[in-house]
Antibody
Framework: EVQLQQSGPEVGRPGSSVKISCKAS????????MNWVKQSPGQGLEWIGW????????DYAEKFKKKATLTADTSSNTAYIQLSSLTSEDTATYFC???????????WGQGVMVTVSS | DVVLTQTPSILSATIGQSVSISCRSS???????????LYWFLQRPGQSPQRLIY???NLGSGVPNRFSGSGSGTDFTLKISGVEAEDLGVYYC?????????FGGGTKLELK
């Protein structure tokens, strides 16, 4: 069974960074890209970017290029997103989602709530 | 960026009613490889989104066949043939033909 288990809720101070994890199981980690999606409170979905764990290649939406850094550790089948220079605009739930162009985002993590507060 | 416009934004339905959601794109989603990378998701209250449809009309694994997707180019439709209580939530279309990938604004399906 495919599962994406994300880390727990985070609270970050303005200007700081947080790093969220997404541990994959039930499939070959390097066979799919891992996407990250942002959902601000009461709002819709925004695609942040993807990482190909096999090659470490990444692609980001322009607005997140200076905000998010995607990495992956194939030894632990875990993908990460680091959010830097936190502001109140970064308060949101962040989802990881397994992806392929053919199948779309077929499995999602449970989401991680990031709260930016002083 | 490609803008996906979903209508209606709120859809009230009774159990058993058939409903449709429209997703219109600001650009054609037909890729040069012949595929159209248009997907549909449902997000139930308090849950993660789940994929319903991929490549316009292909039903995801485990998704009931009362869901169907259609369309081409810039106009796409998700149809639910006989709404059930578990179908309530927010529906999103998403495109992955043009970078950056974008989502529609969502359609909330509620009970009338």
């Amino acid at each position: 069974e495919v599962q994406l288990q994300q880390s727990g809720p985070e609270v970050g101070r303005p200007g700081s960074s947080v790093k969220i994890s997404c541990k994959a199981s039930g499939y070959t980690f390097t066979d799919y890209v891992m996407n990250w999606v942002k959902q601000s409170p009461g709002q819709g979905l925004e695609w942040i970017g993807w990482i190909d764990p096999e090659y470490g290649s990444t692609d980001y939406a322009e607005k997140f290029k200076k905000k998010a850094t995607l990495t992956a550790d194939t030894s632990s089948n875990t993908a990460y997103i680091q959010l830097s220079s936190l502001t109140s605009e970064d308060t949101a739930t962040y989802f990881c989602a397994r992806g392929s162009w053919e199948l779309g985002f077929d499995y999602w993590g449970q989401g991680v709530m990031v709260t930016v507060s002083s | 960026d490609v803008v996906l416009t979903q209508t209606p934004s709120i859809l009230s339905a009774t159990i058993g009613q058939s409903v449709s959601i429209s997703c219109r794109s600001s650009q054609s989603l037909l890729d040069s490889d012949g595929n159209t990378y248009l997907y549909w998701f449902l997000q139930r209250p308090g849950q993660s989104p789940q994929r319903l449809i991929y490549l316009v009309s292909n039903l995801g694994s485990g998704v009931p066949n009362r869901f169907s997707g259609s369309g081409s180019g810039t106009d796409f439709t998700l149809k639910i043939s006989g709404v059930e209580a578990e179908d309530l939530g927010v529906y999103y279309c998403m495109q992955a033909t043009h970078a950056p990938w974008t989502f529609g604004g969502g359609t909330k399906l509620e009970l009338k």
